[in-house]
């Protein structure tokens, strides 16, 4: 079966602009969360959705949101951004999420200019 | 407080050599998961294996095995006969669960092959 889909690969913004990114679950998964990863502070959680409720976040300014739209496709969005937005951005899914085994997308790879 | 510790920046390996990654955790759960997983340098999360903290096997899928060590709070992933395309970063994970908590990632392992 389809594994994580994550679109658009690849992006450059220009600071200030604001990126949506969009994710596709595997099917019959309803968790979604997404990760910022970066060479400097690694893998960081950002948020988890389940059925199309912010069930979990991390510590991120209210610059980084997202939502679950009720097929479990996921987008989050980076609102002003600023050149440390620059990352890979990674979405996984999960059958229920907590303690579930968490499957991963390609990743979006953002930089900002 | 939860964390997880990958003490081995870098390994570099002789081709077809067993290799062990270290990960140790911390956390004061009594049910949880443990990951492992690769990540190539085309960024993709590719999950490894997986091991419950009241599972009394190790886990083990085709080359990969964990070695579990609970009461060390040791969590290592062992790959046996590498190949060149394990060459990867390998993140250990844990995640409790029944809680509505996040997973929490070790800072990886750069593993590369040697031919």
């Known amino acids: 079966k389809a594994g994580v889909t994550q679109t658009p690969r690849y992006l450059i913004k220009t600071r200030g602009q604001q990126v949506t990114l969009s994710c596709s679950p595997i099917s019959g998964h309803r968790s979604v969360s997404w990760y910022q990863q970066t060479p400097g502070q690694g893998l960081q959680f950002l948020f988890e959705?389940?059925?199309?409720?912010?069930?979990n976040k991390g510590n991120f300014p209210g610059r980084f949101s997202g939502r679950q739209f009720s097929n479990s496709r996921s987008e989050m969005n980076v609102s002003t951004l600023e050149l440390g937005d620059s990352a890979l951005y990674l979405c996984?899914?999960?059958?229920?999420?907590?303690?579930?085994?968490?499957?991963f997308g390609e990743g979006s790879w953002l930089t900002v200019v | 407080a939860q964390k997880i510790t990958q003490t081995q920046p870098g390994m570099f390996v002789q081709e077809k050599e067993a290799v062990t990654l270290d990960c140790t955790y911390d956390t004061s759960d009594q049910s949880y998961g443990l990951f492992w997983y690769k990540q190539p340098s085309s960024g993709e999360m590719i999950f490894l294996i997986y091991q419950g903290s009241y599972d009394e096997q190790n886990a083990t899928e085709g080359r990969y095995s964990l070695n579990f060590q609970k009461a060390r709070k040791s969590a290592n992933l062992v790959i046996s006969a590498s190949q060149l395309g394990d060459s990867a970063m390998y993140f250990c994970a844990m995640i409790p669960r029944g809680r509505d908590d996040k997973i929490i990632f070790g800072k990886g392992t750069r593993l590369h092959i040697l031919p």
């Open positions: 996984a899914s999960s059958l229920r999420g907590t303690g579930n085994t968490i499957y």
């Open positions: 959705y389940f059925s199309e409720t912010q069930r």
